[in-house]
């Protein structure tokens, strides 16, 4: 059975910064692809970042660009996402997906989610 399990969220300030792990479980970490997305009270889930299987390519939306940095260790099949500069619009549920052939930002093409860890940014 297949587990994904985020930390990390929590209350901050803006223009702090946070890192979230997802840690999984139940599957060859090396065979999928690994997705961060976030949801906000009232909106539809949304692609954050994605980082590639063999050649670890890294993909963000624009609105975390050059602020959010995904990461993976092969070894502690644990995926990270980096989150600098913190905004209170970055206040969301954090998801962490997996799939071996996602369509990289499309929600319904990931397999397998976590249960989200709560990030709030104050302003």
């Known amino acids: 059975q297949v587990h994904l399990v985020e930390s990390g969220g929590g209350l901050v300030q803006a223009g702090d910064s946070l890192r979230l792990s997802c840690a999984a479980s139940g599957l060859t970490f090396t065979r999928y692809t690994m997705g961060w997305f976030r949801q906000a009270p009232g909106k539809e889930r949304e692609f954050v970042a994605a980082i590639t299987i063999r050649t670890g390519s890294t993909y963000y939306a624009d609105s975390v660009k050059g602020r959010f940095t995904i990461s993976r260790d092969n070894a502690k099949n644990t995926v990270y996402l980096q989150m600098n500069s913190l905004k209170p619009e970055d206040t969301a549920v954090y998801y962490c997906?997996?799939?071996?052939?996602?369509?990289?930002?499309?929600?319904?093409?990931?397999?397998?989610w976590g249960q989200g860890t709560q990030v709030t940014v104050s302003s």
């Open positions: 997906a997996a799939d071996m052939a996602p369509s990289l930002v499309v929600v319904r093409t990931y397999d397998y």
